[in-house]
């Protein structure tokens, strides 16, 4: 993976409020969380997409997925929708669960140039001690960005939407999307990753940013 990023490819709001670099500052990221800065067509896009994601409160979210088992024209579909809304919704992760289907698939895309990756039953195999922590979002959780810790490289093993064996090691943004994405295969969010102060603050901009956009 490369770590020549430059600012400007960094999309503009993720799931995880994406570095820079993988040495940027966090704090910088909080300034991104600006939709009105996006052209009404990408907004429109987005918003449409956003739609498709469960949000919080969903159980599907608290669900674990079960291991696909049949690799058909089905899934084929079922991966490319997912790639669909996750670039509509720019983001740069999305697992199955958040759409509603209990199925150990996900897919990310941490830089816009790099190819989308497709996870099929993927299996953390190894993880390295050494962690690092940055904020992260997500689609299921609008208006929150919380610091959350992680390995700072994982080595993954999955099958792809053919049933092709794979193996994949990463570091960085991209080790970080893998992470949180395998978490949600599992029932698991970043408010549970951080820490109460953080759970309770992130819950009152959740509330707020639902207020600003007419939901009760
Ligand atoms: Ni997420």
Known sequence: MSDTHSESEAPELDELPAPASEEADVEVEREQDAPEELDAETRERRDAALRHVRKLGDPVLRAKALPVERFDRTL??????????????????????????????????????????????????????????????????????????????????AQDEHGEQLEVEAEGLTARVIQHEIDHLDGVLILDRTSREARKEAMRAMREAQETAGAV
Do not use: F
């Open 76 to 157: 084929e579909r079922e991966v490319e929708r997912m790639g669909v809304l996750m670039h509509d919704a720019l983001g740069v992760g999305l697992a199955a669960t958040q759409l509603g289907v209990l199925h150990r698939v996900l897919v990310y895309r941490a830089y816009s140039e790099d190819p989308l990756t497709v996870l099929v039953n993927p299996v953390l195999e190894w993880e390295s001690e050494e962690r690092e922590s940055a904020e992260e979002g997500c689609l299921s959780l609008p208006g929150v960005h919380v610091e959350v810790e992680r390995a700072a490289r994982v080595r993954v093993r």
